[in-house]
């Protein structure tokens, strides 16, 4: 469980997040969604600590991140930041790569790192993968390896920013599948989304940001019947069920 | 998994093989040529003569510097590139061997002429530039193509630099147009041992630091997230590569494409993953270097020109085919 408790932060002296609390429970997708520049990219660096908190607080599992170490960070909170570079390096190297917090100097693999590589990448589908180098694979399918570096790190918070970013509707699709697989779980997911569809389909709790704040939390139907989509984006969102769930739709 | 592992040791066998050969060629030939019994008689069984002591005092500490240089250089490179995310960074076009060139010259124009004093001054001054880069590059974002430019820029300044103190104090040039190409023709054991043992200290520490660099390269906020003090580490490989190339700058003079060539080289026979690109890149580094140095020895024999001559007209059209082959298929870019 991540706890945020009236979390002040910015770059510089320049205040971003003005106060900003919210509880991402274990086992939930908690979604953030908000205009271009209200600050989502920051709150999700500021949980991670690659933006020191101003004032306020953060915690998972009840232990503040400002107090643990950058190892002792990494093995509770993995993070998946929106423009990535794309090493020139194996598929299997970078899932690898999310072992390094469970390594001491000098930091060679072992053999479980690699037993825990092997079944995560096989449970994402991507085994067959390992050795192609990453910048030779689709936006998908990097996408895929990234989050499976992120469950070789073994951590129970997983953040994710643009998850979906330049992937066409049927790979978004198959990563919301894995996300939401990913919370069945037990992990405690969060995100930033640009797609609210997408967000209210496959959120438990969605935080909407403004200038800095929170300004609405709930479930994806109290955010539809909120009516704050109409004022950030100028349009309503409606729903309807046929039988196999919650369907959402603009409301052009 | 790491099913590539038979072919990158049949790679690294190879380039050992052209390592431990060019270095027999550097020992056998040259004005006299000795056959690899002698070498073997005057070095191991402790003959004396003046063939033994032209082995001893001056084909021997040739062979290493080439060995020694060639390995620090390629693999300074091969650090700037992953640390930097620049495939065009490497000592000579970033100022940090212009920087080691400073520091040899401002020692000469001191008066001190001690090998540790001179290896200790090229050190600083790879140091200096090499932080002068690096905040650079933190001020201006890091952006790819601003980090050389800038770096391109430090060079002249230093370079500038550095010929005023020549000018200023001609005593200083004690190796002037030798030092501004590179070459080993004046290379002794003085000069050579101290940089070599910061060479080796170097290697050994960054043999133990593989995953960090892969690490590194992955990006500030990957490498943030997996729990790796980015900046600490960025400093840590700063430093190994300023002490590499300024160990190298010390006796060899300021060699320029070696840095560049040989990592970019490298990437292509064996991929961008540390733990094969540095031993590859600093073994075929030693071969290639000692092999441009033979050739300098022995093509306009018995007149020598310096090796950073031979490399730059090898290496150049060698370099510039790499890339206009490449041209069809980047991926490194």
């Known amino acids: 469980m991540v706890e945020i408790k009236n979390l002040k932060a910015g770059y510089g002296k320049t205040e971003i997040l003005s106060g900003i609390s919210l509880t991402a429970e274990f086992g939930e997708i908690t979604t953030v969604i908000g205009a271009n520049g209200c600050g989502k990219s920051t709150l999700l660096k500021a949980i991670v600590g690659l933006i020191p908190a101003l004032s306020g607080s953060i915690r998972v599992e009840g232990v503040l991140v400002d107090n643990m170490s950058s190892i002792e960070r990494a093995k509770k909170i993995s993070y998946l930041p929106q423009g990535k570079n794309i090493p020139d390096i194996s598929a299997g190297r970078m899932v690898l790569h999310g072992r390094f917090p469970y390594l001491s100097y000098p930091r060679k693999y072992r053999k479980v790192d690699f037993a825990v590589v092997e079944n995560v990448m096989e449970q994402m589908g991507i085994l067959h993968l390992a050795d192609k180098p990453l910048s030779a694979l689709s936006g998908g399918m990097r996408q895929k390896v990234y989050i499976a570096a992120a469950l070789a790190q073994e951590t129970d918070v997983i953040i994710m920013d643009e998850p979906t970013t330049y992937l066409d509707i049927g790979r978004q699709l198959s990563l919301s599948k894995t996300v939401k697989g990913l919370s069945e779980k037990g992990k405690t997911i969060i995100m930033v989304l640009h797609d609210i569809l997408l967000a209210l389909k496959i959120s438990d709790k969605i935080a909407v940001m403004e200038n800095g704040i929170i300004s609405v939390c709930g479930t994806p139907r109290e955010i539809m019947e909120s009516g704050i989509t109409e004022k950030i984006y100028g349009v309503s969102i409606k729903s309807i069920d046929d039988g196999c769930g919650t369907q959402y739709y603009y409301d052009i | ?333």
């Open chain 2, 1 to 333: 998994m790491e099913k590539n592992n038979g072919r990158f040791w049949f790679l690294i066998i190879c380039a050992a093989a052209v390592c431990i050969l060019s270095a027999l060629l550097s020992f056998c030939l040259g004005s006299i040529n000795f056959t690899p019994k002698q070498i073997f008689a005057a070095l191991i069984q402790g003959e004396t003569g003046a063939c033994v002591n032209i082995l001893k005092y001056a084909r021997l500490p040739r062979t290493i510097a080439c060995l020694a240089a060639g390995a620090a250089l390629s693999v300074a490179g091969a650090i700037l590139q992953n640390v930097l995310s620049n495939n065009l960074a490497s000592p000579g076009v970033i100022g940090v061997n212009a920087g080691a060139g400073l520091g040899v010259t401002l020692c000469c124009a001191s008066g001190i002429l001690s090998g540790w004093a001179v290896s200790a001054s090229a050190f600083a001054g790879s140091v200096i530039a090499t932080m002068i880069i690096t905040i650079f590059a933190g001020r201006t974002g890091a952006s790819k193509t601003t980090v050389v430019l800038g770096g391109v820029a430090l060079n002249s300044i230093l370079n500038a630099f550095r010929e005023s103190v020549t000018t200023l104090r001609p005593d200083s040039a004690f190796m002037s147009s030798e030092f501004r190409v590179g070459g080993f023709s004046s290379v002794s054991y003085v000069r050579l041992l101290p940089a070599a043992a910061l060479i080796a200290i170097s290697l050994i520490l960054l043999f133990t630091l593989f995953n960090e660099l892969d690490v590194v390269a992955l990006g500030d906020e990957t490498a943030h997230s997996v729990g790796l003090s980015v900046r600490r580490y960025r400093i840590i490989f700063l430093i190994l590569s300023a002490s590499l190339a300024g160990a190298a700058v010390s006796f060899a003079g300021m060699l320029s494409f070696v840095g560049l060539i040989v990592p970019h080289l490298s990437r292509r026979v064996v991929g961008n993953e540390s733990r094969r690109l540095i031993p590859f890149s600093a073994l075929l580094g030693a071969g290639f270097l000692t092999l441009c140095d033979l050739a300098a020895r022995m093509i306009f024999s018995p007149y020598e020109l310096p090796v950073g001559i031979i490399m730059a007209i090898i290496g150049g059209p060698a370099f510039a085919f790499i890339l206009i082959r490449r041209k069809g298929g980047r991926r490194h870019g």
